[in-house]
């Protein structure tokens, strides 16, 4: 059987009358972390814990970072032509977030949707090392602007702080739905079957009711969906785990708390701070001593960690 071609971006085109909310909604995604303010304080959180903050905060993060993008109007919005849209999430069916017109006083469909964004938040120190959510939608459930959105997200000082947002991804969502099934059924290393089974009838802004998902035949794993794993975000993944948080690349400090998952002796665990101390102390970089400095505040922190196991 004959592999089927690998999908294609079409994005809008500069004579529809989306095109320009399109282009400055992606400007203001990618400005975001230099707008994004949280008012989410967290100390205390133990070296064990680490990982699951995703699961506590990332609920949190995204309604913030909506917030953000309604703050940053100047950006998306600059000739005031949409003064009565606002981003507005509806977190419980696709796309999770929509720039819509305020429908107080009006009947909703009344409403004029300018685009969707399925928004994902990702925890950089998450335990997986990627981000783990799935992307089930059927392509047909995608209008052309609407994008998929993932956040990467860390404390200001790895272990307390407040959330700091870094560089998102940013995708079309047809391309994103339509890229998934071709691995699924084109580049996936499988003797099972490949087949998916398509909602009909599907149009773009469904009701919460509707069914929109795609399914595969066979799924022993459960894996359809990983996003991650279909190899769409390897660069920005890339890219994305050597952020540094406290001149320290995110993947470093990734491997250095792993340890407290493994259940290692304190002795094994000081050789790692040794080892993650002689990474900063070994570079060459002209704010080296402000930054060990940073690194000796957090791993004292982590010391005193050591000590509640």
């Excluded at 950006?75 to 720039?99: A, G, I, N």
Aim: negative net charge.
């Amino acid at each position: 059987m004959k592999t089927p071609a690998e999908p294609k971006r079409n994005p809008p085109q500069s004579d529809q009358t989306v095109y320009k909310v399109y282009e400055r909604v992606r400007e203001a995604l990618f400005a975001l972390p230099t707008y994004f303010q949280s008012d989410t304080s967290i100390e205390g959180i133990l070296a064990t814990d680490i990982f699951t903050l995703n699961a506590a905060f990332g609920a949190t993060i995204e309604d913030q970072v909506v917030s953000t993008l309604n703050r940053m109007r100047e950006v998306w919005d600059p000739d005031e032509k949409f003064m009565y849209h606002r981003f507005v999430r509806q977190p419980q069916t696709f796309p999770d977030v929509l720039l819509r017109r305020d429908a107080s006083g009006t009947d909703e469909h009344e409403s004029e949707i300018l685009l969707g964004i399925e928004l994902k938040s990702w925890y950089l120190l998450a335990k997986e090392g990627e981000p783990s959510f799935r992307f089930q939608v059927t392509p047909a459930a995608c209008a052309e602007q609407d994008l998929i959105v993932v956040i990467p997200w860390a404390l200001s000082n790895v272990i307390s702080g407040h959330p700091k947002i870094f560089s998102p991804y940013v995708e079309l969502a047809k391309y994103a739905a339509e890229y998934r099934n071709y691995w699924w059924e084109s580049i996936r290393k499988t003797e099972s079957s490949t087949e998916i089974m398509r909602p009909q009838n599907v149009s773009p802004y469904p009701q919460k009711s509707d069914k929109i998902s795609d399914k595969p035949v066979y799924d022993r794993g459960n894996n359809f969906g990983r996003f991650a794993r279909t190899g769409i975000m390897d660069s920005y993944l890339g890219i994305a785990k050597r952020e540094l948080l406290c001149g320290i690349g995110a993947e470093h400090w990734l491997n250095f708390f792993k340890i407290f998952q493994e259940e290692k002796d304190k002795e094994s665990i000081n050789a790692e701070l040794r080892r993650l101390r002689a990474l900063i102390i070994g570079t060459d970089r002209e704010d080296e001593s402000s930054l060990i400095d940073a690194l000796e505040k957090i791993l004292t922190g982590v010391d005193a960690l050591l000590d509640q196991r």
